[in-house]
Nanobody, 122 residues
Framework: QVQVVESGGGLVQAGGSLRLSCAAS????????MGWYRQAPGKERELVAT???????HYAGSVKGRFTISRDNAKNTVTLQMNSLKAEDTAVYYC????????????????WGQGTQVTVSS
């Protein structure tokens, strides 16, 4: 059993900052990729940023230069620092753990958190 739990969402004014955190727990051996996705009302879920176990990062073009993703492999945590927030960043943000190797099990798995709301007022 693996749990993925996000925290840190909230309401912020345009131009402000927020920091999202996510922790994965359970019988985890390694997590290849951790990332953040978001879903705005009426829109499909979209990638925001991902980071591999080796530290390689990937950002959506809309957030590049404003958001920074980081992770702690030993703690299975990932953080998204969001600066210069815009109204269009308003969405539910989901943490994802991909290609998770579980202790004592074959194969890899994918897990999602329950989501945290980020609202940016203009």
């Amino acid at each position: 059993q693996v749990q993925v739990v996000e925290s840190g969402g909230g309401l912020v004014q345009a131009g402000g900052s927020l920091r999202l955190s996510c922790a994965a727990s359970g019988s985890i051996f390694t997590i290849n990729t951790m990332g953040w996705y978001r879903q705005a009302p009426g829109k499909e879920r979209e990638l925001v940023a991902t980071i591999t176990i080796g530290g390689n990062t990937h950002y959506a073009g809309s957030v590049k230069g404003r958001f920074t993703i980081s992770r702690d492999n030993a703690k299975n945590t990932v953080t998204l620092q969001m600066n210069s927030l815009k109204a269009e960043d308003t969405a539910v943000y989901y943490c994802n753990a991909d290609r998770v190797l579980l202790i004592g099990q074959f194969g890899t798995y994918n897990y999602w958190g329950q989501g945290t709301q980020v609202t940016v007022s203009s």
